[in-house]
């Protein structure tokens, strides 16, 4: 049985009067101890399926569809039954470590106040966990580095601190949104290192929201690739990567420059991406498409499970070499 | 022609040395990558080229004509700018908001050019048109535009001065992977008639083994390893350069703890 279970999930915010769909059909499953990449551009949808799963949707958001966790549904959980939910089943790792740690508390406030709450820890055996889980993430100073404060932290150790404030309350699933992108390229590879080791150990499910492809390949055992507030396509990593079926993914894996060869040109896929209430009524990557029959824009492509492309059987279509 | 020449540039803050016996050139038509992680120095030595900030010491020598400190005169500064332009990272903070996008590039040519307000819309036009947008774009403002969009305005102010330099700081890496992708490729056709040179400052080798002849690696403030862009992906020679090529996600890549 499946850890998380999204299925039919949409979202729409109020905006003018009007609503404005952000997600939409999106089927999702997660195993325990699974990694799945949930990969998109800006307005794709991600951050907004990811957050849905916690509770945080918008003030005003309309959601429907469902979110079955371990056997609940999340979205007719009450605030104290969130609140729980995020408390010990499932951490958030943020983009940016700053602007989610309180900066007038210690590093030690902040790592020892949810273990003490929510575990039920005297305080000096919670301090003694931090220290201990701090030199899991390779912070080896971990009683002076409780002392200090947020500022006195770099970008990449703040993200370690958020990574063992997540660890320490041993959640069944971590969703993590971007955990790297606002970290050097040294510090992202040894920050998504940690982050893969401890949670594999511990046999944590998680959730990668990110933009690069790439990364979600390297560390995820599924990747599902998001365009204008839907799934695309869903597949094993190795696999979408090598031969992808949709046209978008294919676009993703050649626009990216790379260090093994130089192109005159890049091959780009034209024009930009679109939000879900942007898009037109038939495939919503089709006016970008270099493969789409007038077809295309009639109707929506029904995700199959696996992608979402009305041409998919009859293309082949090209992945990273 | 050697456009830029910087030698034994060293800029401090305090008891903090930002930049430290930096020294490149940049001939007429090259593309130099100043590659290098947060901290790294590598934005300050882009605005030490600009003129944003005065180097500690060192020399700077543009088209030939030395960068002197202190106050210039309007027109010592206008002279200055159709030497050398900038694109900086974020397109959100560098757009006046109240500004129209066909004024930005006006403001830009009236200043350099004398043109009657026919040959001024025409020029605007065309500049828009050289990095992908369209007339109806001319009337929007900032917020109208997407993040591609602005930085696209942001190329086209700097290019309508006609700059022989463009320095690009991290100018692709906010963007979109697909957007990403299609401003390169720009950057790729504006290089090629003009002879306009690059200095393109960035973090990511992939993007800077697309666009750059050559590069320099600086690591705390200094160089560590300089050449051709090609050979110096392929055949790194020092450790941090093979650290930074390392943690670049790629097929069959896997994230690693450092030293392990």
Known sequence: MSLLTI???????????????????????????????????????????ARAVLGLTPPGARVSGSIVFDGAEVTSLGAKELRALRARRIGMIFQDPRAHIN?????????????????????????????????????????????????????????????????????DLILADEPTTALDVTTQS???????????????AMLLITHDLELAAATCDRLAVMYAGRIVEAREAGSLTAAPLHPYTSGLLLSRPRLEETVHRLLVIPGRPVAAFEADPGCAFAPRCAHALAACGEARPVFDGTVACTRSAELTLQGES | MTVIQAE??????????????????????????????????????????????TPTSGTITVCGRPRAAGRV?????????????????????????????????????SLHFTLTPAELRRRTLELLESVGLAERHAAMLPKQLSGGQRQRVAIARAIAVEPRVLVLDEAVAALDVSIQAQILNLLADLRAPGGMSYVFISHDLA??????????????????????????????????????????????????????
């Open chain 2, 207 to 260: 993007v800077v083994n697309q666009i750059s002849d050559s590069a320099i690696v600086m690591h705390r403030g200094a160089v560590v390893e300089r050449g051709p862009t090609a050979d110096l992906l392929r055949e790194p020679q020092e450790d941090y350069t093979r650290a930074l090529l390392a943690a670049v996600p790629r097929p069959g890549w896997k994230p690693s703890r450092r030293g392990t």
């Open chain 2, 73 to 109: 005169s309007s027109k010592e500064r206008r002279r200055r700018a159709r030497e050398i332009q900038i694109v900086f990272q974020d397109p959100y903070s560098s757009l006046d908001k109240l500004q129209r996008i066909g004024d930005v590039i006006a403001t830009s040519l």
């Open chain 1, 103 to 171: 900066p007038v508390r210690s590093v030690g406030d902040f790592l020892t106040e949810a273990m003490v709450a929510n575990l039920g820890l005297p305080a000096r055996e919670a301090a003694a966990r931090a220290v201990r889980l701090l030199a899991e993430v390779g912070i080896g100073d971990g009683a002076r580095r409780l002392r200090q404060y947020p500022h006195e932290l770099s970008g990449g150790l703040l993200q370690r601190v958020m990574i063992a404030s997540v660890l320490a309350l041993e959640p």
């Open chain 1, 7 to 49: 299925s039919g999930l949409a979202l729409a915010v109020p905006s003018a009067g009007e609503w404005r769909t952000l997600v939409e059909e999106v089927d999702l499953t997660i195993g325990a101890g699974e990694a799945v990449g949930l990969v998109g551009e800006s307005g794709s949808g991600k951050s907004m399926t």
């Open chain 2, 8 to 53: 034994r540039l060293r800029k401090v803050y305090g008891e903090a040395v930002a930049v430290e016996e930096v020294s490149f050139t940049v001939e007429e038509g090259e593309s130099l990558a100043i590659v290098g992680e947060s901290g790294s120095g590598k934005t300050t030595v882009a605005r030490m080229l600009l003129g944003l900030e």
């Open chain 1, 190 to 204: 040894e920050v998504m290192a940690i982050l893969d080791e401890l949670r594999r150990e511990r046999g944590m």
